[in-house]
């Protein structure tokens, strides 16, 4: 959907589909009716649209047009296999995969420049691009990592740590205001993170009181601080030579959210179908919305669809931050 504009992007998927998957409907609500259709050889992954230009990430490429009828078509970018579809549209630069795994492609929408930024070893599964259009962050299929990239020189900003173990990042999103990094994953843990600027922001915003003041505004790119998110492991965090996981940053506070695993139609023992037209055939879990700078919604879809919201909290007296689950409800089924 296009902001709070008429404009919706569909694309058929479901056992029923209503469009073919390869084909992109814009839909005017206002008219109730369809105003442009753009169609591929390929199943349609992600659309993301803005108020001049409608991005389609299809497995192996992200196609540009106008938002105008007819559209223009602008540019057509090879990437490597992105069944999730991923895609960051901003104001000033879109990004996604580049043609290598684990690299990111960055085009500057007024110019056509591409950047490439080696984000990762491993495929990337999930990115995000703030607000402001200042900052990127990405996730490989490791899932023990989040790095977070500046889009003016595309230089690391810092590193944050989920874990130590594997884990598939269901979802990562950037607040409103820029500040905060929230991940989900398969561990149903909802953890969230200082960005690695967020306190040179927090001296120019009054509002910012939920922020942490010991978080160290020199954060190198390899990913360490001096105080607040190392307080993990403690004095081992300062000791030399010790396993980079001890003074790596990690989040601030977290909290478990539901994931229940939909039972699929079997194909005998251990088959299932994969449900059309959804990157993996699975319903989506954990996905992620601010609805402002200290509201987090937790979405996930399918049989037991649902949503929850979590709300965080300065800790009182303690000073601590922390989050506190304040309701859910469940949208599908019972």
Known sequence: MLGRANYIALVGGGRQPKFPQNKVIIWDDAKQKEVITLEFRSQVNRVNLSRSRIIVALHNSVHMYTFSSPPEKISVFETAD?????????????AFPGRTPGQVQMVEIGTGNVSIIPAHSSPLRAMDLSPDGEILATASETGTLVRIFSTSNCARMGELRRG???????????????????????????????LPHSLQNARNDPTSNLRSHHYSSSLSTAGSGDDGNNQKWGILGRIPLLPRVFSD?????????????DPQTALGIGGAIPIPGIPGGKARKGIIGWTNDTTILVIGAGRDGRWEK???????????RNCVRQGWKRYLGG
């Open 82 to 94: 992105n069944p999730l579809g991923l895609c960051c549209l901003g104001s000033k630069v879109v």
């Open 164 to 194: 130590v173990d594997h884990a598939v990042i269901f979802s990562i999103a950037i607040s409103p205001n820029s500040s905060l990094l929230a991940v989900t994953s398969d561990k149903a843990t909802l953890h969230i993170f200082d």
């Open 249 to 261: 940053v990690y989040s601030f506070t977290s909290m478990h959210f539901e994931v229940d695993d």
């Open 310 to 320: 979590f709300v965080m909290g300065d800790g009182g007296e303690s000073g601590k």
